[in-house]
């Protein structure tokens, strides 16, 4: 299972553009790139999930170069609630791909 | 919907008392999964079931067992507490394999005395 590298913690302000890469060297043909966001005391919730190239939806963008070995997640304008903890997870979709672990995820802080 | 629901919220236990955290989908998930979150840190796996009847152990599974009763439980027991236990437990659950994403519940704080 591929071993994800992020940056233990990331400084913004409110409005800009944040982007947090996770580096996984070791991403396998199937690996899919899932990542999480987690508030203090609650279990961590989906927030994108990508294969290849880009991604977007209401909340983020993905980014994922041609080789694969790393991602970047785009959080557009953000906001004090955007102060989380964001984990990057790569877990392969073959049969036997089901034993799923985290890295240390990135702590983001928000201020004014 | 409620998705994920893990009982109890919260839990004190001596030092060699046993209990079972219970957890429950409605989401007609295959596999489920149980980890540990320690103050600060990040989530590790102890236990999963890639789907009903199996069971797997994850990165740190000592100390604990589990059992998968059906397709929407999956419980976590402890049979003789030790204060290195003391964390929050979630359980989770997904459809088995493919891209699909995990479903986590509330959490389960858990303090050993």
């Known amino acids: 299972l591929a071993k994800t590298t992020q940056p233990i913690s990331m400084d913004s302000y409110e409005g800009q553009e944040v982007n947090i890469t996770c580096s996984h060297n070791n991403i396998a043909t199937n690996d899919y790139i899932t990542w999480y966001q987690q508030f203090p005391s609650q279990g961590p919730r989906f927030i994108i999930q990508g294969y290849k190239t880009k991604v977007t939806n209401e909340v983020a963008s993905l980014f994922i170069p041609a080789d694969r070995k790393s991602s970047t997640l785009s959080l557009p304008r953000v906001s004090l609630s955007d102060t989380a903890v964001y984990y990057c997870l790569v877990g392969d979709t073959t049969g036997g791909g089901n034993k799923l672990t985290f890295g240390t995820g990135t702590q983001l802080k928000v201020e004014l | 919907n409620a998705g994920v629901t893990q009982t109890p919220k919260f839990q004190v236990l001596k030092t060699g008392q046993s209990m079972t955290l219970q957890c429950a989908q409605d989401?007609?998930?295959?596999?489920m999964y149980w980890y540990r979150q320690d103050p600060g840190m990040g989530l590790r796996l102890i236990y999963y079931s890639a789907s009903e009847g199996t069971t797997d152990k994850g990165e740190v599974p000592n100390g604990y067992n589990v059992s998968r009763l059906n397709k929407r439980e999956f419980s976590l027991r402890l049979e003789s507490a030790a204060p290195s236990q003391t964390s929050v437990y979630f359980c989770?659950?997904?459809?088995?394999?493919?891209?699909?994403?995990?479903?986590f519940g509330n959490g389960t704080r858990l303090t050993v005395t």
């Open positions: 989401m007609n998930h295959n596999s």
């Open positions: 989770a659950s997904r459809e088995q394999g493919g891209s699909s994403p995990l479903h």
